[in-house]
């Protein structure tokens, strides 16, 4: 099993709509989780920090559920310069305790006019 | 401020060779990673960094590869004996402790 799990996509959806990405993590001792995105042939870029309590950035919404290890990604509004990978990334709690972080194969949205 | 820089931003090589990626972190930042990206793959840990602590070298796909970090800043990544399967884009990344990462641009090494 993979340590940071997402479905692929792509995620096809119109201007202005809502949609949510999932991300199930396998380590319960993970230690902090972000969202970044990934332009094509880009590097990645810190989207957001998901904290448990849940948090908004605009119209980015991040939640994190510990108990069932898992986090999401609600974007509002969807706008065509969200076309993107967003990667699920997750903090520390490996084997070997190192600080790395480990990265999701990300979902593909792209929005569409 | 800056960022961090990598530098080149492409490498073509020959089979056999001797590559070396350069990574200059954000200035402070401790902490200093190395991941490569295949076409379309996710994102692989190869190396990090954390002060004087000795490096975690866990991501390493073999000894073909090394990296250094002189003077807590610039790293150098050094890959020996390219492969053809060692094409890929490879990331330096710098953080403070306990924060989020952020990402240089990249070297896109592509070995023929």
């Known amino acids: 099993r993979k340590e940071v799990e997402q479905d692929p996509g792509p995620f096809n959806v119109p201007e202005g709509a809502t949609v949510a990405f999932n991300c199930t993590y396998s380590n319960s001792a993970s230690q902090s989780f972000f969202w970044y995105r990934q332009d094509c042939r880009k590097e990645p870029k810190l989207l957001m920090s998901?904290?448990?309590s849940g948090n908004e950035d605009g119209r980015f919404t991040a939640q994190l559920n510990r108990a069932s290890q898992y986090i999401s990604l609600l974007i509002r509004d969807s706008k065509l310069s969200d076309s993107a990978t967003y990667l699920c990334v997750v903090l520390g709690g490996t084997d070997t305790g190192r600080r790395a972080l480990t990265f999701g194969s990300g979902t593909r949205l792209q929005v569409q006019p | 401020g800056a960022g961090v820089s990598q530098s080149p931003s492409n490498k073509v090589t020959e089979k056999g060779k001797d590559v070396e990626l350069r990574c200059d972190p954000i200035?402070?930042?401790?902490?200093l990673y190395w991941y490569r990206q295949s076409l379309g793959q996710g994102l692989e840990f190869l190396i990090y960094f954390q002060g004087n602590s000795a490096p975690d070298k866990s991501g390493l796909p073999s000894d073909r590869f090394s990296a250094e970090r002189t003077g807590g800043s610039v790293s150098t990544l050094t890959i020996q004996r390219t492969q053809q399967e060692d094409s890929a884009v490879y990331l330096c990344?710098?953080?403070?402790?306990?924060?989020?990462?952020?990402f240089g641009p990249g070297t896109r090494l592509t070995v023929l």
């Open positions: 998901v904290y448990s």
């Open positions: 990344a710098s953080s403070l402790d306990l924060s989020p990462q952020f």
């Open positions: 200035s402070g930042h401790t902490a």
